[in-house]
């Protein structure tokens, strides 16, 4: 019984030796091929810096009471923009008997439609930052 543990125990250190080395070898092939990939060219990198500028990355949502007898600031507006400023900001507005939401565009940080307060403060908000919203 002793004999059958022992070899057992031996074939299974010799799976995990054998398991181990064969993935080295993998990563060693992965290491090699990763060395010889040339490095991102400064063309390349000025696609990806103007792909990222016109990601919709800068967000900002300003919570609020649209009404003075509801509670819990269940109103927002939210801005969502580029690095240029365009995008959009939504709004949705929160009474007792029904919610109404819109959107407005945004080019250049400047909407077509008035914005409301909150919404002009979602939105300085997205462009510069700020936690303030």
């Not at 109103?75 to 009474?95: E, K, M, R, W, Y």
């Amino acid at each position: 019984m002793i004999a059958v543990v022992a070899v057992v125990v031996a074939v299974l250190a010799l799976a995990v030796a054998v398991t181990t080395v064969a993935r080295a070898r993998r990563l060693e092939r992965r290491l090699r091929a990763l060395e010889t990939q040339r490095p991102v060219g400064a063309g390349d990198l000025a696609a990806l810096r103007a792909d990222i500028g016109q990601a919709l990355r800068h967000v900002a949502v300003v919570r609020y009471d649209a009404f003075g007898d509801m509670g819990g600031r269940l109103s927002f507006s939210a801005a969502v923009v580029d690095d240029s400023g365009d995008g959009l900001v939504l709004s949705s507005i929160h009474a007792r008997g029904e919610s109404r939401t819109y959107a407005k565009g945004v080019v250049g940080g400047q909407s077509d439609a008035t914005l409301t307060p909150e919404e002009q403060q979602a939105l300085a908000s997205a462009r510069t930052g700020s936690k303030d919203a």
